[in-house]
């Protein structure tokens, strides 16, 4: 061996006997969990600007329900979302309220405390996946699937956004643990001390109760996962026997009591004509959230490689033992759990890759299972060549980053780069010597690149990425922006640019409008501004010509909106003379 996997030999090799020495109690396994949830999730947690559409239109509703009192209404301006469930936002606005009464400066206008219950949400579907995966493998088995789950770049965004993805991923954590217990041998749960073996209306009320949560928190789609599951083993299995030890008459009970809380709140529990006056008095129709990827099949296997970066890989290599031991009933429920939810989600039109988390607890304790069992099959040099997958999209992802930063920002991070280095260093050892290693030695370094890489890219890189942060940038050149006296509030017009992080961001109000619209509002007087898009800036002009109206601009802003993939141009314009 050369110097280069010799150290990385040794990493590795310290790597393993830390996963060895957690593994020795319970106990033990959380610290390091959790240890490794932070190390992964909080890079970015607090530097990342609010990011459109999701996360925003987020943060406003939960916002308009402290701002207001209203928790039974989730509307964003004039545009009301009825089938929006409202547990999410209530953990949200709770949060942001008690910060609030703590003196918090500016809390509802603080993005990280509308993140805070995503992150608790992630960190606790890593523990869940670890307490799943007890009822199919041994502690060291479990550990390794929950490393593998916390790790993964999908989850890290997940626990990073104010959106109910977390919560739906820790949910489904929950239940697939609760059905492992209930569905498979006394003897699949040796090493399970965290919960007697004979609870099972325990392991019942965690079933339904984790199912109701992801219904008030996630809506019906919430249903998908556990019902997919229970069809599939009872047309496997030719028998009902999946369905009898979950009690289902419980589940049906418990769905149709969130159901009717829903139904009372939303039709009883609030004053829709008031409010929605009130919101459309206070803005227009901020842009749709994100509607799903194009029709093409294969789109989500495609996804879930970047998605469970870097364990996607090593599910490729687990693929063939999972085929053959299918008749087991360890087997048989993991595949159960993601076959034929992955199957339906990929032949549906519009194709959501979020909707791909909640199947990722079962691909990471199958794959540590494989890998516990030596089942992987090294000798095929194609299978190898998969585990190159780790090095290219490390370094896509880095190379896409800094060249961003450089073309669009004209600058660099140095500390980055050294970062972004020794990351790829870690992956291409990784893959490169996995035959002198072994698959668990090369997946834990390549974990550990992950790791480094992703606090370069995420705390580093993208925050400074000041062309990606359009809406912070406007409301900074809106804030030097003065009316002639302090009591006068400063209203916003905004004219081709709605997207949701500009009302979060903004102190006062906005209000979204077309360019002739934007040119009456700037006539109304009072301390206005409009921000014109270059796209309604003819239609402004025109307007502005026919009112006689005089204006100047104030300041320009350009960026990119990633949310649709192109660049703007925006300015700043305000009414100037009488």
Known sequence: MTRAPLRGLRLASRLVGLVDGASRTNMRCVLLLVLLCLVAFLPGFFATPVLDRDEARFALISRQMVDTGQLAETRIGSESAHTRPLGWYWVQSALVGAAQLAGVRNADHTIWLYRLPSLLAAIAAVLLTFWAALAFTGRRGALLAAILLGSSAAVGVAARLAVADAVMLSAAAAML???ARLYLPTQAREADSL?????????????????????????LMALFYPLMTLLALVAVDRSFRALRVTFPVVGLALCGLVGLVWYLLRHFGMDDSNVASAARAMMGRVSPSFQGTGPLPGTLLVAFGGMFWPAAPLAVLA??????ARRLRTMRLLLAWVVPAWAVLDLIPTKFPAHLLPLFPAVA????????RGAMALSGPRLVRVLWLWPVIGAFIAVSALLGLAIFDRTTSLLAWLLLLLGFFALVTAAAAVREYGVEKSALLAVVGMLISGFGVMQLLLP?????????RVVAAIARESCPTDSEPLVVGAAGYNEPSLPFLLPGKVRFMDGAAAADFLREGGCHVVLIERRQEVRFVRRAEALGLRFERTADIGGIAYADGRAVRLSVYRRTGG
Do not use: C, D, H, N
């Open 177 to 179: 643990g609760a059905l």
């Open 195 to 219: 919960l007697p073996t004979g609870a099972p209306r325990a392991l019942v009320a965690i079933l339904w109760g984790s199912l109701a949560v992801a219904l008030f928190s996630r809506g």
């Open 464 to 472: 400074q990425m000041a062309s990606l942060w359009v809406s912070p």
């Open 319 to 324: 693929a063939p033992m999972l085929w053959k």
């Open 365 to 372: 304790i199958a794959i540590a299972i494989a890998i516990e």
